[in-house]
């Protein structure tokens, strides 16, 4: 349909986890493409990044890959100043990076591990959108978009660092919607429920769960038809977003989850 046609947009974390199924910042990538958009793909691991840009290829997209640790804000000024070099602009800035490795409850989180999944899941979506804001303001107009997750607003254990890290976000990009509104930049979450991606499964089943029961236990914890979602339903919700459809809205924490934060008691 051409619902990005001439846009230049960035997916940080568009590379993903090795494993059957498709993660969201590279389905995200892939449905960005197919709606004309030319896409800039970031990941920490540049061979990951260019798999999803070949597969954007194949599909007669247009796409780049560049390596970014997004824990460093030199690396994140320099990749944006790349793009706007290579393209002239950047409309769309979607940000897909998180972890939770070490987490533990509230009596038992190790401070280094804190900072970790604080560095990489909050303070890099501050330093991408302090690096593009001053070009979308020049512009006159942009759209960021963020993963966040229902677990910055749902009860959850043993994942402290991770849902404050979200809930974060979540804080985050309200006041950047609010701050940015007059300059015409759109700011939103996107915070995903249980989905069945790589990163979601596989790090549980390498620690030697096994892989039907975790599926079937997440599985039944979904209220709409007791299915995880996929990373094609997050793409299709941050499609909507960067897109001219969603033109009147900043400043939401749209749960994409099959009804789970919904659920009371």
């Not at 915070?191 to 620690?207: Q, R, S, Y």
């Amino acid at each position: 349909m051409g619902r990005l046609d001439n846009k230049v947009s960035v997916v940080v974390g568009g590379g993903q986890t090795p494993g059957s199924t498709i993660g969201n910042g590279r389905a995200t990538a892939l449905r960005f493409a197919q709606e004309g958009a030319e896409v800039v793909v970031l990941d920490k691991r540049l061979d990951s990044a260019q798999e999803t840009v070949d597969m954007i290829a194949a599909e007669g997209g247009v796409g780049r890959a560049k390596a970014l640790d997004v824990t460093d804000e030199a690396q994140c000024r320099d990749v944006v100043a790349a793009v706007i070099a290579e393209s002239g602009r950047i409309d769309v800035l979607h940000n897909n990076v998180g972890i939770g490795t070490g987490d533990a409850s509230p009596g038992k989180i190790d401070s280094h591990v804190w900072d970790a999944i604080f560095d990489t899941n909050a303070k890099s979506v501050m330093f991408m959108c302090k690096a593009v804001l001053p070009h979308m303001r020049e512009a006159g107009g942009g759209v960021i978009t963020t993963i966040s997750s229902v677990a910055a607003i749902a009860a959850a254990t043993n994942i402290t660092a991770y849902k404050a890290s979200k809930a974060a976000l979540n804080a985050y990009t309200q006041a950047l919607a609010m701050s940015n509104a007059r300059y015409g930049i759109r700011a939103n979450v996107i915070m995903p429920g249980l989905m069945e991606t790589p990163m979601a499964i596989e790090g549980f089943v390498a620690a030697g769960q096994d892989r039907e029961a975790l599926i079937a236990r997440r599985n039944a914890a979904v209220p709409l038809g007791g299915k995880m979602g996929s990373g094609w339903d997050i793409a299709n919700a941050a499609l909507f977003l960067a897109s001219d459809e969603a033109r009147f809205i900043t400043g939401v924490l749209l749960p994409v989850d099959g009804g789970q934060s919904a659920k009371v008691g």
